[in-house]
């Protein structure tokens, strides 16, 4: 049977590499996108705020991505609100993913596949192997 300790260690290293992989993600999304978007369609835009995609470019760069990044150091380094700061950051991509949906529409198979990385992350911050006992905890 495998130790409590090591079953945390793996569920914080499984929820640091998702948002290391997140974080990447978005940086290279909003990198193409402040450089131009070039083979994306202006037409997605039509009837959004948005003339170009360098606003939500520079949001998915820096909020998106930067957030990501800032959450996976804490969660690899455990500091003590990495779990708080990963539901967080869960509910931020669901938000940007429902927003970007309302603004243009369904055009990507990666939409879904963040919403469902989002529930995942959340999921994996609210898990039970993250929260410890303190009685054992404070016996030991």
Do not use: H
Not at 23 to 45: H, Q, R, T
Not at 84 to 113: E, H, K, N
């Amino acid at each position: 049977m495998m130790k409590p300790e090591l079953k945390e260690r793996i569920m914080r290293l499984v929820l640091g590499t998702i948002l290391l992989l997140v974080a990447l993600s978005a940086f290279g999304g909003g990198y193409y996108g402040i450089a131009g978007a070039k083979d994306i369609p202006l037409e997605w835009l039509e009837g959004s705020p948005f003339s170009s995609y360098l606003i939500p470019s520079l949001f998915l760069f820096i909020c998106i991505g930067g957030f990501a990044l800032f959450s996976a150091v804490l969660t690899f380094k455990s500091e003590a609100k990495y779990r708080l700061l990963a539901f967080s950051f869960g509910i931020l991509i669901l938000l940007w993913i429902i927003m970007q949906l309302w603004i243009i529409g369904y055009v990507s198979g990666l939409q879904p596949a963040i919403a469902i990385t989002g529930i995942v992350i959340i999921m994996l911050s609210r898990s039970k192997m993250f929260i410890r006992n303190k009685s054992k905890s404070q016996g030991a």
